[in-house]
């Protein structure tokens, strides 16, 4: 039988987690943060401590379950490395010198302890069910939709950069109109003014879109077919 | 046998609810609101009135079906809850002095009305059937929905400040735009301008919208499954 | 055996629908309408006396296949409606004196005139009677769609008039930013913001928007559903 | 058995295309192109020369396969008329002396290049598949969207020209507006003012936006119908 944490240590862990994701968008508030920075540290610090523990706790219990195989299957896994990444941060920047910039983006890692929350959960199984048995489509239709992108941003530049030159300044930039408006968003900072562009951008409209939600629809279609399945299982 | 209200009070009600609502619209336009405060006042009056007879009524039904049980049942029904609480705010208005801020937030309760419209119909039990057979996915893919925001707000946060800090002043600020851009609402008042900000809005798009947009996909499923399910027993 | 009009009658009345889209969408071109305004009234008053035959004939021939009972059912039917709304503003115009503003609201019913294309085809069909399969369900979904918008418009006026009392005027006014809003269109002409109206437009978009999105869910599975039940029956 | 190019060959094609892509992305930034336009040309003449060897080589290989009827099999495929419409231009432009107008548009064929990387999937050929058996009824719905569109574009139009004849110039500019919001973009740049432009544009977004997603629906429920199919025919 495999071995599992104990449901008081995962409760606690979660709590934990909770707490994290609430201090820190507390101490996004500038207000807070100049006020409760030590606070902050502290609990970050203490934290790190217990995640590091439980990380620790993990491999043990993967090499306990199937030894050195299950150690690996553990630290590979989805979970074992957002466990990894979500520490990594707090040890690189005490034990390497690095500049402020690699710093920022290496804090976003610590954001993936929220997906922490999701661990253990019978729907995320079938969830994840759902996805694998439509993996190949997924990958397919993800690629047609970044494909499509690609295509409406190249075309909108070659039609739009003549008469807005700073908005659409090169194919990379369009790329950003090309997501926004596929994707339904349209903030509305940048849009075709030229018939040409306004035409293109109308027939894609209707056609492009139609091709991004299409990931969503199979995700969703085949996620219901999976809680069918099991429902019919359940009655027998 | 359930004892249910006659038919012709049931209708009464709502038609009283109809002319609840359209007063409520009418009495917003402050010309309107000017001119016949007092027919506003009175209509209102004998609205809570009727309402709260109604409330009692139906608390009467449920004793006289199964005891103090179908009180109970009927009170801590959604539609018992709903009924309370659109009344509620008249009562605590008059007799214990509250400060004008709470006080607009407690008109809001008067709104739920609105929903007394939906009581027995056929299709919202069939709604709630369906609802309730993919329940535990539903509310997976809720909190999926919001770990996204969170994760994306987080992230965009950390990209963005530094440029427009007015504009993503903090975390919870960002969890504006994240719910916003999730939602495909984008109504272009807050929207990344860094390089950073962009390439990341530009993922987030195609991945978090088609996670947030599965809830409704699942709910659609569903209730089609339902409906099906339905006719093929009528057919039987 | 029913008794149709003949092919080549239909073709022509297709081609002249078509043509009559186009000539309306020139007409709206200022420089086309001051240059060539004869030509198109020209062309409007021909377009009515085949379109007024085409209604008298069609006429006969339901009083030929079932005869008053026939007549009754073609007038009555939905395409039957749409041939007389498309060619009366033409003779109430003309017959009785119409004020101008009235006379405008009237042009908009000759636009129902593009509506005439879709007749006689075999998807039509399979599309009415996808729609009439899940026809309570989709009024209950529409309904509970309308009390969202209803809801989210009251519970936003009450929380932002006082901050942005032109946007949001009144109720009325507030159920544009709604029904803009819950159908993710957002042309960010209005938009909360006090943090409670962002608050609850951010609840209200990740609930909302899905309830709003259910009708079209569900004709999509409908529709979706006769198809495959028509391909099985083609097989056997 | 049909004679396929050998995989290394695909392979080569596939990243000479990827590369492609990335040198157009490249050349659309000012500053690059300026640097190093001598050699985005000398790798455009390169590309070129191999795409046209593919083209002769992908004719051989359908004469080898079925003779002539091979040849203009490839020639007419959709793949076969992309391989052409992405080298065009160069030789057009090389050999016809063409206006600079023109050859802007000629070389958005050159995009095409990026669709050449879906080949050989089979998940495309799924997907074609899932395509072709809700054929007529995507034709249906898209038309139906077309209708839609207009209509919207021709009341808009009656509706807002007075107020904004700007923005609402003619029934063509309308349609802008249209598409942009029944496709839920909603950029913003157009949107109704008056209180008739507002109700009407309230109904059809309810409506509208239901209609011009179907499509989507149908194609995501056919798609994942056609995968159901295969992976039970999988398990036989």
Chains 1, 2, 3, 4 share one sequence.
Not at 163 to 184: N, V, Y
Request: charged share 20%; no cysteine.
């Amino acid at each position: 039988m495999t071995k599992k944490p104990p449901a008081l240590f995962e409760k606690f862990i979660y709590i934990l987690i909770a707490v994290n994701v609430i201090a820190m968008i507390l101490e996004s508030h500038e207000s807070v943060h100049l006020q409760y920075d030590v606070v902050f540290q502290i609990f970050e610090t203490i934290s790190i401590i217990i995640f590091s523990g439980e990380y620790l706790y993990r491999i043990y219990l993967g090499y306990k379950n199937k030894g050195l195989q299950g150690v690996s299957k553990y630290i590979f896994s989805t979970f074992g490395l957002i466990d990894l990444i979500s520490i990594l941060p707090f040890y690189l920047n005490r034990f390497i010198s690095i500049d402020g910039r690699f710093l920022r983006i290496l804090r976003l890692f610590r954001l993936t302890r929220i997906f922490k929350l999701g661990r253990e959960s019978a729907s995320l199984k079938l969830f994840v069910k759902a996805l694998s048995a439509v993996r190949s489509e997924l990958k397919f239709t993800l690629f047609l939709s970044v494909l499509m992108i690609l295509f409406s941003a190249s075309a909108i530049y070659y039609l739009e950069h003549d008469t807005q030159p700073e908005k659409f300044s090169s194919i990379t930039e369009s790329i950003w109109w090309a997501t926004i408006s596929l994707a339904t968003v349209g903030y509305g900072d940048v849009y075709p003014i030229t018939v040409g562009g306004k035409i293109f951008a109308s027939i894609v409209s209707l056609i492009g879109i139609g091709i991004v939600a299409i990931p969503t629809g199979i995700i969703s279609a085949s996620f219901v077919e999976e809680i069918l399945k099991m429902n019919r299982k359940q009655k027998d």
